[in-house]
């Protein structure tokens, strides 16, 4: 429990949309929030595809590094990338990585905060 949160839980919708944009990024080679001529061009449109209700949601992106370890280093060196890692209302996160053709890897982080929570 770093920074007095707590660990964030996975969430398969989270990583379906984190995925979609890691390979969209990585066919059009571009690092963007927003890809106009992808199927799902937003976050939002993204989220929605995967079916997922939510209150909050962040994404954080990234493309060059060779791993994960780097890609989060240099998130957590940029304030507003660090924001969204440590924001307090997300607490289920999804994760995609794609290799474009040259290469690269394109990385893609979403943070969300369902709509309703059970309890």
Known sequence: ??????TLRWNAQLDRAAKVQAVEMAAERKLAHELPRARYPSLKDRIRYAGYS???????????????????AAWM???GHRTNILDRVSV????????????????????????YVLR
Do not use: W
């Open 77 to 79: 060196a940029s304030s």
């Open 54 to 72: 939510y209150r909050n949601l962040a994404e954080n992106i990234a493309y060059g590094y060779p791993n994960a370890e780097y890609t989060v």
């Open 92 to 115: 289920e996160t999804g994760v995609g990585v794609a290799r474009s053709k040259t290469g690269e890897l394109y990385y893609c982080q979403v943070f969300g905060a369902p709509l």
């Open 1 to 6: 429990m770093r920074n007095h949160l707590d």
